[in-house]
């Protein structure tokens, strides 16, 4: 059975039960280890007052980064439509090393490629590129941008961050993926979605882990819901001449299923607004997944207490 298949089983039998405390302690303990090699080391030591999330400022550039052929792998391949016409967009499939010679590869099967869903706007379809990996699905980054971290997990969490060919000043897009261990999308969601504490909740043990966030630092300048399930946020951070897009998202794909959760980042010059909306919001269109969170009967909730800009 090949590395990548056996993950992803191993990760659907954890989804489809609940992981003891030893697993979801390694669970938690892998997100943690993609997680630090994408924030910066200043992000992650920085104090925080009570009930406060410090929005994240940027990947941190003297970190290494993944080397090509070692880290990981890319192929162009054609990208179609769900009519099956090739796409006119430059696409790549990612494969990505499991960080043991007895794990191997995480390879795209070509033969399986899906298609992509949804229809990519006219206004950006000359500034994007499609890239393929197997536990992200299809991703759209800014044309000319290069893979500087990527990393995949023994449950299927998996990191990812692209910049500008200018480097970390210029642009760049990370995207985070948790698809098993709940306290991790505790962690990933808290302070962005309000169903998030009562959903992920039901985790044993669940009483351990931090409080529901109150306030977002900085203070953001967009944040809006457009689904229950699903936070979009613009905030600039002290100095920087970017400001940063994130999107966060809880998925909940049937009754009695642990949730999942991803976060992109976004961050762009001014002047790239429009292609910087399209690739954070890109969770809704080119990954289609159920937008709404499902409580104990599959009745979506509405929003509650999510937190706030913090006061200046």
């Known amino acids: 059975m090949a590395a990548g298949s056996a993950m992803h089983q191993a990760g659907a039998r954890l989804r489809r039960g609940r992981a003891g405390r030893a697993g979801r302690a390694w669970a938690l303990a892998g997100w943690l280890s993609l997680l630090m090699a994408l924030v910066p080391a200043a992000a992650a030591s920085a104090p925080q007052l009570s009930g406060t999330r410090l929005l994240w400022a940027g990947p941190d550039a003297s970190r290494p980064a993944s080397i090509p052929g070692k880290d990981y792998r890319i192929e162009p391949i054609q990208a179609r439509d769900a009519a099956g016409a090739v796409i006119g967009v430059p696409a790549f499939a990612l494969d990505v090393y499991l960080g043991a010679p007895d794990l191997g590869w995480d390879s795209v099967k070509l033969a399986k490629l899906p298609v992509v869903p949804g229809t990519i706007p006219a206004a950006v379809r000359k500034r994007i590129s499609l890239i393929y990996s197997t536990d992200r699905g299809w991703l759209a980054v800014p044309r000319g941008w290069r893979p500087r971290r990527v990393a995949d997990g023994m449950d299927g969490t998996s990191a990812l961050l692209y910049s500008a060919s200018g480097g970390f000043d210029h642009g760049w897009l990370s995207l985070e993926v948790i698809p098993v261990c709940q306290v991790c999308v505790w962690d990933q969601t808290n302070g962005f979605i309000p169903a998030a504490y009562k959903l992920v909740g039901r985790a044993d043990g669940f009483t351990q882990v931090d409080p529901p966030v109150r306030w977002l630092v900085p203070k953001p300048l967009s944040l809006r819901h457009p689904t229950p399930c699903v936070a979009e946020l613009r905030y600039r951070m002290p100095g920087s001449g970017m400001s940063i897009r994130q999107t966060v998202q809880m998925i909940v794909p049937k009754v009695g299923y642990a949730p ?53």
Not at 270 to 288: I, N, S
């Open 260 to 312: 999942s959760s991803r976060s992109i980042h976004v961050a762009m010059p001014p002047g790239d607004g429009a292609l910087a909306r399209y690739l954070a919001r890109q969770f809704l269109t080119l990954t289609p997944q159920p937008h709404s969170c499902m409580l104990g009967h599959g009745t979506a909730t509405t929003a509650s207490a999510t937190a706030r800009a913090a006061p200046r």
